[in-house]
């Protein structure tokens, strides 16, 4: 049984496909089925039942899992032990979201590029409720969230900061005239949004929900959806830390509508296993500069 088998069995387990697996490790497809089948013969057991095009885990293959997380687990540990000297190195897979990366990263970016010049910071970006399954997984090392829930089964998070909302239309949209406004006068106005999964996005929509028919407009990124709520194309529910600029420019409007619910900037990573010193370093370092730049009177 080889470290390096292990390595590749639990990239397979946690993408459930071997294709993706040898994409991320770098491999012919054929090196990681070979690996595999090294495992499986070793063991004299089958550690994938394979269905068409689908596999999934058997029960034997359930259970060196748990030992194969556990062997890298320590092997990482020694690693980092042994060769503590050279400081901080290897790659991190974050989850994150382009609100997070574009508008609350960059100074925590910075600083690991200075500081930890060997540790690589890979971004994937990704809706919330496939990062939370990525981390589950092991696809992920951490994952940022922006959700009105802050407990996640099966992870370990912490809160950073409330992240404020704004609702927000040209300046000469109809609506930035008013003094105050209610749901039933949103009824009628196009809403431009991010896709569905995005949490601020699904509670402002279940919020309408029986005031209005119309369907949300989904304009993909925050960037394409500001232009197009600055070129009077509806109104958008947003971050307020996105839109900062443009409404201290006046190119956008702040309506006066506050939302009824809150969401939190969180980072979550997967519960029940000890944290590389790497990942360790990044939330400490994500957890301090991020709520020392959070909106004044957020939670820490």
Avoid: N
Wanted: with cysteine; aromatic share 6%; hydrophobic share 40%.
């Amino acid at each position: 049984m080889e470290i390096r088998h292990l390595v590749t069995f639990r990239k397979v387990a946690a993408l459930l496909s071997f294709t993706r697996a040898a994409e991320e490790l770098s491999y012919a497809q054929s090196s990681v089925t070979s690996q595999v089948r090294a495992l499986e013969t070793s063991l004299g057991v089958e550690l994938f039942d394979r269905l068409g095009g689908r596999i999934r885990l058997t029960p034997a293959g359930e259970k060196l899992l748990e030992y194969a997380e556990q062997i890298l687990e320590l092997v990482e540990a020694a690693r980092a032990d042994v060769a503590g000297g050279d400081g901080p190195s290897g790659t991190l897979v974050i989850g994150t979201m382009e609100s997070i990366t574009s508008y609350r990263m960059p100074p925590l970016l910075e600083f690991f590029h200075h500081r930890y010049p060997k540790v690589q910071l890979s971004l994937r970006p990704s809706l919330c409720a496939d990062t939370r399954h990525a981390l589950r997984q092991g696809t992920f090392d951490i994952g940022f969230l922006l959700e009105q829930e802050t407990r996640h089964p099966g992870l370990e998070s912490v809160v950073l900061a409330e992240e404020p909302l704004v609702l927000v239309a040209a300046p000469g949209h109809p609506l930035a005239r008013r003094g105050e406004l209610s749901r039933t006068d949103l009824r009628s106005v196009s809403v431009l949004a991010t896709e569905a999964g995005c949490a601020y996005r699904d509670l402002f929509e279940a919020e309408l929900r029986g005031v209005t028919s119309a369907p949300f407009l989904e304009f993909g990124t925050i960037e394409a959806i500001k232009k197009g709520v600055a070129s009077g194309l509806g109104i958008s529910l947003l971050p307020a830390v996105t839109v900062a600029a443009e409404l201290e420019k006046g190119e956008m409007a702040a309506l006066p509508w506050e939302a009824p619910f809150s969401v939190y900037t969180q980072l979550a990573w997967r519960g029940g296993r000890r944290l590389s010193r790497e990942s360790q370093l990044f939330i400490d370092q994500a957890t301090r500069l991020m709520r020392q730049d959070a909106p004044q009177g957020a939670p820490a």
